[in-house]
Nanobody
């Protein structure tokens, strides 16, 4: 099983980034997918989630209207489009797959996002 994130980097405040998470080794279309973020000294924070069919999404309040989670089940990939980025969005962004049917859960290694002028 692998979850490989990409698309992170350094961006100025107000800029945009699109993160991708490529999945392999499991039946991607049956898993709920999420993006978390983590900064040093803080707990991992759930940012956005998307259901297995891609029709149900949820976001934390601080990113609503700025971030969009989506998925392509044909390509086993989940995305996080991040617009109007703020310095407080700086974190390692981590992809997570979960399935309540059998309590399986997988994590990626993360990709660094730094928002700074």
């Amino acid at each position: 099983v692998q979850l490989v994130e990409s698309g992170g980097g350094l961006v100025q405040p107000g800029g945009s980034l699109r993160l991708s998470c490529a999945a392999s080794g499991f039946t991607f279309s049956t898993y709920h997918m999420s993006w978390y973020r983590q900064t040093p000294g803080k707990e991992r924070e759930l940012v956005a989630t998307i259901g297995s069919a891609g029709t149900v999404t949820n976001y934390i309040h601080s990113v609503k209207g700025r971030f969009t989670i989506s998925r392509d089940n044909a390509k086993n990939t989940v995305f996080l489009q991040m617009n109007s980025l703020k310095p407080e969005d700086t974190a390692v962004y981590i992809c997570e797959a979960s399935r309540s049917l059998d309590f399986k859960q997988y994590w990626g290694q993360g990709t660094q996002v730094t928002v700074s002028s």
